[in-house]
Each structure stands twice: as structure tokens, then as C-alpha cells.
């Protein structure tokens, strides 16, 4: 049978009319998905479960935190490239995706340009920490203790090219320090073996460390932030013998390039204003993490600055990835 042309034209509208009801429905219309480049219970996932649960109940709208690791984040970045540049799909995770990655890696299966940073959720500083039998109480005494014993001070990390690693690297070159890198995988074997005297000192993040400070097993000498941490108050930061030192890990909120700018706008508004509740932050800050709350343009700012500097760490240590 064939249709009159007004009358074509009538039930083609028909059918398109729910298609633009619903591409015209306000965001968000439907849940939300949290991609993060890491095993449940690390940083950046503990951020995105209790951001994600205080942004659900404030836009109304499920939000599910889907854990993708591997491949250095690659296997998280190309999930968000691959989906719809819509506000749906987002990632959450820390700076080293798009800012340690490209230095460190000849090659990467994923360009950080696909990637825009929405907001700034949390710092999380890590901790110079050293065992008890070495014989220092203050970050000069151990930076003249170090250059006194000349390599023979072994330092443990997370890993090759990990914060712990590269707060480790850019102390060592700003101050001229001869130590040894031992790295572990996580620091569910890093700080035991800190404990175990098979390394002298290491970074790592506050709660890892909290009950070997309170059984005096380990003393706290300094943190990577630029300020003192409401963790530790009175220990102080690196950037009081180094100036412009900070490498406390950033974790923010990012979606795929191409997104409409009304729904980064609404995404960064409303993360804010979630992070800045009074339970958000109690909940971060007993994970350990300093809540932050700042839009994406000071959260690209922090970007370029940490991407700069560790291009230049990896390059002062000729740091390599086997």
C-alpha cells in the first residue's frame, strides 16, 4: 500500500516523536556509569563509591562504579572513548592516567587527549615514612643522614613509575640523594617489607601506615602535598626544603572528549557540591583522602602542572618500563 504523502509524513512523525522526547529529556535521564582503571578497593575507587553514592542521591539517578584495570588505564580509557560522548559513561581515577602515562610509556594504546577533566574530587598525599631502627626524628636529619651513607639506603615502592616511586625520584634529584629503589607490587608488600627492615624508607598513604605508628614501628618525616595534612598535622611538607614541591596524587572526575559542554558544566557543579557535604567529606577523610571540590579548569591546571613535572623526574632518572 502506498500512503498519501501528508499522510506519510504524519506517521513518520509518530514514530519519531518519543525518539525526540527523548533525546530532548534532561540530563540526566537514566544512570550514570563510573569507570575506574583499578581493583576495587584502591584510591580511586573508594573516591568514586562515596562521590557516586552522594551524586546518586542528589540527581536521582543510579550510579554504578564498574572497576576496568589494566594495561596501565588503557583498558578504562578505551572503554570511555569507545562510549557515547553523552555524560552517561565517566571515569574516575587519578592523575597518572593522563599525566605520568604519556612520559612514562614509549607507546600507549590510548591518547590522553580523549579524556577531559570534570573535577577535582580529592588529594591524597603520601608519606615519607621511615623504620624505626634509623636513626632520624625530622626531615633534615634524614636528608644528612642519606647523604652520610651514600647509597646504602634502600627506598621500597609500589612500583616502577608509581607516585611512591617518583615522590622518591624528584626528592633524590632536587637534593642531590644517593639511595636505592627496591619495588614491590602495592603496598600490601612495600610496607611490610618496611616493617621488616628489608627497606629503610619509603612513601606511601596514611592509612597504610596508621598501625605501625601506633606501635612506633615507623616514624612519619614529610608529606608530597604542598601543605601539612590534616592526617599528620605536624609533619611537614617536602616543599619546606624544596620549593614547588608537590606530588600528592590528584583523583577527579573525567569524561570522553566530545562531550556537550552543558553536561561537563552540570557534572562539575554538581560534583562539588557533593564532595562539600558534610558526610562526603567525613567519609574521604577517613579513607584517607583530603576532599577537594574544584572545578575543571583548576583541575586541568593541577594536570599540566603534574605533567610537567614528572616528565622531567622520568627524564633526571632515565626511568624505565620493562
Keep these: 500500500m502506498?500512503?498519501?504523502?501528508?499522510?506519510?509524513?504524519?506517521?513518520?512523525?509518530a514514530l519519531l516523536l518519543p525518539l525526540a522526547a527523548q533525546a530532548q529529556a534532561p540530563y540526566p535521564s537514566q544512570a550514570i556509569k563510573f569507570i575506574v582503571p583499578y581493583a576495587a578497593g584502591g584510591l580511586p575507587d573508594t573516591t568514586a563509591r562515596i562521590a557516586g553514592l552522594r551524586l546518586q542521591e542528589k540527581i536521582g539517578q543510579n550510579v554504578v562504579v564498574e572497576n576496568r584495570p589494566g594495561g596501565a588505564g588503557s583498558v578504562a580509557v578505551s572503554?570511555?572513548?569507545q562510549a557515547p560522548a553523552d555524560g552517561y559513561t565517566l571515569m574516575v581515577t587519578d592523575g597518572s592516567t593522563v599525566t605520568v602515562?604519556?612520559?612514562?610509556?614509549?607507546?600507549?594504546?590510548y591518547n590522553a587527549k580523549d579524556v577531559v577533566p570534570i573535577a577535582l574530587l580529592g588529594r591524597a598525599p603520601l608519606f615519607l615514612a621511615v623504620n624505626a631502627s634509623v636513626p632520624v626524628n625530622s626531615l633534615k636529619e634524614f636528608i644528612d643522614y642519606v647523604k652520610a651513607h651514600p647509597g646504602e639506603?634502600?627506598?621500597?615502592s609500589s612500583g616502577v613509575g608509581s607516585p611512591h616511586h617518583l615522590s622518591m625520584e624528584?626528592?633524590?634529584a632536587a637534593l642531590g640523594l644517593q639511595m636505592t629503589h627496591v619495588p614491590y607490587r602495592g603496598t600490601g608488600q612495600s610496607v611490610p617489607a618496611l616493617l621488616g627492615g628489608h627497606v629503610q624508607v619509603l612513601f606511601s598513604a596514611y592509612p597504610s601506615l596508621a598501625a605501625a605508628l601506633a606501635d612506633k614501628r615507623v616514624r612519619l618525616l614529610a608529606t608530597n602535598g604542598a601543605q601539612p595534612s590534616p592526617q599528620a598535622p605536624d609533619v611537614p611538607p617536602i616543599?619546606?626544603?624544596i620549593p614547588g614541591y608537590d606530588l600528592a596524587t590528584m583523583v577527579g572526575l573525567f569524561a570522553r572528549v566530545g562531550t556537550p559542554q552543558a553536561i561537563l558544566k552540570k557534572l562539575d557543579d554538581e560534583s562539588i557540591a557533593v564532595v562539600k557535604l558534610p558526610e562526603t567529606r567525613k567519609q574521604m577523610e577517613g579513607a584517607g583522602i583530603e576532599p577537594a571540590g574544584e572545578d575543571?579548569?583548576?583541575?586541568?591546571?593541577y594536570l599540566a602542572?603534574?605533567?610537567?613535572h614528572v616528565a622531567k623526574v622520568i627524564e633526571t632518572a632515565a626511568i624505565k618500563v620493562e
Design 239 to 241: 616543599a619546606s626544603v
Design 101 to 109: 602515562n604519556p612520559a612514562l610509556f614509549k607507546s600507549l594504546s
Design 153 to 156: 639506603i634502600n627506598y621500597g
Design 170 to 172: 624528584a626528592m633524590k
Design 305 to 308: 602542572a603534574e605533567a610537567a
Design 2 to 13: 502506498i500512503l498519501h504523502p501528508l499522510r506519510a509524513a504524519s506517521v513518520l512523525a
Design 296 to 301: 575543571a579548569a583548576a583541575f586541568a591546571r
Design 79 to 81: 572503554a570511555l572513548s
